[in-house]
């Protein structure tokens, strides 16, 4: 039995973290680039070969047509859910995409699951290599306002990554969690989670018992659709527009331009959570010049106040449902790298009339509050419990289209319903049941989940007694049974689900993965060992070439310019073990360079500090 | 009547096969118990059918038991066990939003003791209110047609404010049900702990069913007024 972890699959970054039994506090692997935070990008080399993470974002400026950022927001969704995202983001959708998105990069295809399954594998390796024992385990976090097939499709992925999903737990209520260790409070709470490209709020219960604290969840609502994500798309529109109009250059032809205009304003987005202002300077493509711009905090807040301004809703329908008004609420809690921006945290202050918590890294405290579920559901030895709620009313379809809603929102999971259904007609054999979940009226304005026909023994119209039982269990997933109450069987039922993959789909994707994957790790291996490699001859060719480069006994030079025309020669094969080994052999031969290079450096800074004591 | 006593007790325990008084766990090995069918939800949390309840001493329950039932324990158990854990952890979690509110607590219990059927609910105003019904219908209905008119704005204002106004009389009056219905809790109650036949506790059910009745007839009102009155703004 492998090791349990938590994992926040996030929009824009994915974290892995575990309960330390040291300090009895979760913590976050980090990972190879010195920083927990993995880059939620999939890249498909020409090779074949799959980069997540860093060496993929490097690709998304070079091979963006080959490289997929943000699939978080095509989790569960359909081609008509999609339709303004693809206007965003630099996706090739395959043909077949109906209800299951199909992504073409470069000549491979995948479903969303597949892709997020990719950057799971990459956590989990992050974790095996830390812990040097297996990872079977895993609790993933979601944000609260999914619906059920966005949690089914995050579940998939688990699967496919070879991973046993414990539970899913709700990302803002995984925050709570983690901010429980950090210090015992009772009271309400208002988890305010804006992410890369989610916006969830939950008003929590902290309730202390004999047994240890319960975590009883309010209410929760928010908008899968709404993220930093925005803010960078909104940048990327004017800054686009403001390009056209001053330049005549319309970047539409330029993918990996835009790519890099992206970044360019991120950075600045950035900049201005702690500057008041800040510049942009972008070299426009095919040499015409460069685009620069100036940018202030009070023009970007004035920009994005209308997208803040759509997080307020979701929060006063939280409220509402919990019944609190904005001053009953206790303490308020921020997550979600987003909340970094100024005009968040003011907005939200004024809105509560307290000061929001910030004391954990808004970046990490989901997937602390992951590995703290994880470590609760693995040990069996608890002082607190969750209590979640499922956020969205479920219903099913009745005549004229209009939904009846079986299990209210905000229910606790796990939630259950029962149902009787009969005939209307003589020798009827089937009904169809149409399973919904939203708030609004008519089936057509609430997203399908599932439809299937339980069978009819025939009979005389409203003889049969079928009953249905439709339970939602603790991470938000349904469940659908039947009984034929008149038969006294069990009946099993094929439920088509509306959005997702089926599991025989499921299965062949996990035998293709396990076909793919030995080939995977060859060609990673390749990448990699050809990245760095690469790295260190550039670094190695700038220091020959500066004064220092002259110390050099002719044989140390020899001996470096023989490992360098090695190296090259190796990088060209397959042979990624090679590489590495020529690689080390360049490191050995430049030692002394790289001493000479430091001695140069620290002498100089010596001779600076001297003449600034002067 | 059925009553939910008499009903949960299952012979053998699943697990170790001793006898298992119809609690949520064998008394024996411990093993979680599969849920008879008919346990009603005041039973589930160890209360008698009483309707006038404590909201402090029901989630004081309800986290009691969630502490033993929710599938949290039941990570690494066997799949029956699993099973079983979800099905009373989902029981008790409907059980207590049912119980939470009065409405839908007496709702259950009506249901529950067959006085009360889905699609059976009566649609018709309350005599005492029809007048001021028949004023509210016709004031929604020159509203509607004031606006698919074009109709002009300080008729359509005065409207709202007529409208405006019933609403509020009409929550007034939603809120003399409540009171109706409290008063008949206690009475309810206290049959019961009197040991009152089923007649008595008959014509206290239909009391109750005709004040949902009235309630929900009531609320429909409002709810089409406030829904009119936000497309006027």
Not at chain 1, 12 to 37: H, N, W
Not at chain 1, 265 to 285: N, Y
Not at chain 1, 558 to 581: N, P, T
Request: proline letters at 5%; aromatic letters at 6%.
């Amino acid at each position: 039995m492998g090791k349990t972890v938590g994992i926040d699959l996030g929009t824009t970054y994915s974290l892995i973290a575990y309960q330390d039994p040291a300090s009895g506090r979760p913590k976050c692997v980090q990972g190879p680039y010195g920083t927990p935070l993995c880059p939620s990008i999939v890249s498909v080399d020409p090779d074949g070969a799959i980069l997540v993470g860093e060496p993929a974002r490097r690709r998304l400026l070079t091979q963006s047509s080959r490289t997929i950022y943000s699939v978080k927001r095509l989790m569960g969704r359909g081609i008509a859910d999609v339709q303004d995202e693809l206007k965003l983001f630099p996706f090739e959708l395959a043909p077949e995409s109906a209800n299951v998105l199909r992504v073409r990069l470069g000549d491979r295809v995948f479903t969303p699951p597949e892709i997020s399954a990719f950057i799971l594998r990459e956590l989990r390796q992050w974790a095996e290599q830390f812990f040097g024992e297996a990872v079977d385990r895993t609790v993933i976090t979601v944000p609260a306002y999914f619906n059920d097939a966005q949690r089914q499709a995050t579940r998939d992925a688990g699967r496919l990554a070879g991973l046993e999903v414990l539970r899913l737990v709700n990302e803002p209520t995984a925050a709570a969690l983690a901010y429980g260790l950090h210090e015992k409070r009772s009271g309400k709470v208002a988890v305010y989670d804006l992410g890369g490209g989610t916006f969830d709020i939950s008003i929590l219960k902290l309730v202390s018992t004999g047994e240890g604290d319960i975590y009883q969840v309010l209410s929760t609502n928010g908008d899968t659709h709404l993220g930093g994500d925005d803010l960078d798309n909104l940048l990327l529109a004017r800054a686009r527009a403001e390009i056209l109009r001053e330049h005549g250059v319309n970047l539409d032809a330029h993918p990996e331009a835009v790519q890099e205009l992206r970044k360019s304003l991120i950075r600045a987005k950035h900049d201005l959570s702690s500057e008041d202002r800040t510049a942009v300077i972008f070299d426009l493509p095919s040499g015409s010049g460069s685009w620069v711009r100036e940018f202030t905090r009070a023009e970007f807040e004035a920009w994005i106040a209308p997208i803040v301004e759509r997080t307020i809703g979701p929060v006063k329908m939280a409220l509402a449902d919990a019944k609190l008004a904005p001053s009953e609420i206790d303490e308020v809690v921020l997550v979600g790298g987003s909340t970094r921006v100024p005009l968040v945290r003011r907005r939200v202050e004024e809105f509560f009339g307290r000061r929001p918590h910030i004391e954990l890294n808004p970046d990490e405290v989901v997937a602390l509050g992951a590995a703290v579920q994880a470590d609760i559901l693995e040990s069996g030895v608890r002082d607190m419990l969750l209590l979640d709620v499922t956020p969205l009313s479920l219903g099913i379809e009745t005549m004229g289209g209009v939904v009846a809603k079986i299990i209210p929102r905000n229910s606790t999971i796990p939630a259950s319903a029962q149902e009787m259904f009969t005939t209307g007609v003589e020798s009827q054999t089937g009904i169809d049941i149409h399973v919904l979940q939203g708030e609004r009226e008519l089936a057509k304005d609430c997203r399908s989940l599932a439809r299937f026909t339980l069978r009819v023994p025939p009979g005389p119209a409203g003889l049969a007694r079928i009953e249905v039982k439709f339970l939602i269990d603790a991470s938000g997933i349904l469940q659908v049974s039947a009984k034929d109450l008149r038969a006294g069987t069990q009946q099993s039922i094929e439920v088509q689900p509306s959005y997702g993959l089926g599991d025989a789909e499921i299965e062949h994707m996990l035998e293709e993965s396990i076909e793919h994957a030995e080939q995977d790790f060859t060609e990673r291996q390749l990448i990699e060992a050809r990245n760095e490699a690469e790295i260190t001859l550039t670094a190695t060719q700038k220091s020959l070439a500066r004064d220092q480069a002259q110390e050099l006994a002719p044989a140390e030079r020899r001996a470096i310019d023989e490992a360098s025309a090695a190296l090259r020669e190796a990088m060209a094969g397959r042979d990624y073990k090679l590489i590495r080994v020529l690689l080390e052999t360049l490191n050995a031969a430049t030692e002394r360079l790289a001493e000479l290079q430091m001695n140069r450096a620290l002498s100089e800074a010596l001779e600076g500090k001297r003449l600034g004591q002067v | 009547m059925t009553s939910a006593s008499t009903t949960t007790i299952t012979a053998i325990c699943w697990s170790c096969g001793q006898p298992a008084p119809g609690g949520h766990f064998c008394a024996v090995c411990g093993k979680v118990q599969p849920l008879p069918r008919d346990t009603d939800y005041f039973a589930f949390l160890g209360l008698p059918q009483k309707l006038a309840l404590d909201p402090a001493d029901l989630e004081r329950r309800f986290h009691a038991l969630s502490w033993k039932l929710h599938p949290d324990n039941f990570v690494r158990a066997s799949e029956a066990e699993r099973e079983l854990s979800l099905e009373r952890s989902s029981r008790l979690n409907d059980a207590y939003r049912t119980l939470l509110d009065p409405t839908a607590r007496v709702e259950y219990l009506l249901a529950h003791e067959g006085m009360r059927r889905e699609g059976q609910q009566k649609q018709q105003a309350p005599p005492e209110l029809l007048e001021e019904v028949f004023e509210l219908n016709e004031s929604l209905d020159e509203l509607r047609m004031a606006r698919a008119a074009g109709g002009d704005v300080e008729e359509r204002a005065r409207l709202s404010k007529t409208l405006s106004a019933a609403a509020r009389k009409f929550q007034d009056s939603l809120a003399g049900v409540d009171a109706e219905l409290k008063k008949l809790f206690i009475a309810w109650d206290q049959a019961i702990d009197a040991g009152a036949d089923a007649t008595a506790r008959r014509a206290l059910m239909e009391r109750m069913n005709a004040a949902l009745n009235r309630r929900s007839y009531i609320r429909n009102l409002v709810a089409s007024v406030h829904k009119e009155l936000t497309e006027e703004c």
